[in-house]
């Protein structure tokens, strides 16, 4: 309002220039008429000075209006920036927690893949023959092989009986046989080597260590004093695998019990 004011002294000035110019043509009218024009020209001037104060007024109102509405705007779009800056804080912190998810659904994932992988079959071979085992089973085997070698024959048979029993249709079934008897043989349970030995030989008379088998066999019985028996078993290993080693080996044992 304050800068429209600013040009109302020269709108009175130019309306007392106009009022100043009437005495010069003062005679042609008497002095009612001189009255009456002055008061109309006093008139009308009041009449512009309310006009023009009242258009100041509104011009000074539509500033302040357009002065608040700036100040509105300026206000909005601060909230507007801050409302920006918050939603890219939080599309961050989400993108971070995203990354820290899926991190973590990897490393469990990966864990369960591990401990998958020890419930799943393995492949083995064993004495030729090829096959999956369970972890577990492959565990059993190993261990009673171990304390076998070492010399445990005791935990050695016992570990093994225990593979046969929890996997009866194992594929170590023939090979496990074979080292129990081996193992009751170190106890000096002859007996149940024999019966072992004969189970080995009957549930796989092809296996590659079925020689060796018959071999123990006669070994049994030659401990229990069963000579005969003995010569007999040493006698069949010899007809029905005559080019095995264990052939040979009964060939010179057969010497020795005559």
Not at 242 to 255: F, G, M
């Amino acid at each position: 309002m304050t800068r429209w004011l600013k040009f109302l002294p020269a709108a009175l000035a130019l309306s007392g220039l106009w009022l100043s110019a009437v005495p010069a043509h003062a005679g042609v009218f008497d002095d009612d008429e001189a009255r009456k024009a002055i008061l109309d020209l006093r008139s009308k001037q009041a009449q512009t000075e309310t006009m023009l104060r009242t258009r100041l007024q509104e011009l000074a109102d539509q500033v302040q209006q357009l002065q608040r509405g700036l100040l509105d705007l300026n206000s909005q779009n601060e909230q507007l920036r801050a409302e920006m800056a918050r939603m890219r804080g939080q599309e961050e912190q989400m993108l971070r927690d995203l990354s820290e998810v899926q991190r973590k659904q990897k490393d469990i994932q990966v864990g369960v893949d591990e401990r998958m992988r020890k419930f799943e079959p393995q492949p083995v071979s064993v004495d030729g023959k090829d096959f999956s085992a369970d972890p577990e089973e492959k565990k059993l085997y190993d261990d009673a092989m171990a304390s076998l070698r070492n010399g445990d024959f005791d935990k050695a048979a016992v570990g093994l009986q225990s593979l046969m029993k929890r996997y009866p249709s194992s594929g170590y079934t023939d090979s496990a046989r074979y080292w129990l008897g081996n193992a009751q043989y170190g106890l000096r349970q002859y007996k149940d080597a024999i019966v072992t030995f004969k189970a080995f030989l009957a549930g796989a008379p092809e296996h590659v260590r079925a020689p060796e088998g018959w071999l123990a066999v006669a070994n049994c019985q030659a401990e229990m004093k069963d000579n005969k028996s003995a010569k007999r078993t040493l006698e069949d290993l010899i007809k029905q695998f005559p080019k095995s080693e264990a052939a040979q080996a009964a060939k010179e044992r057969l010497v020795s019990l005559k």
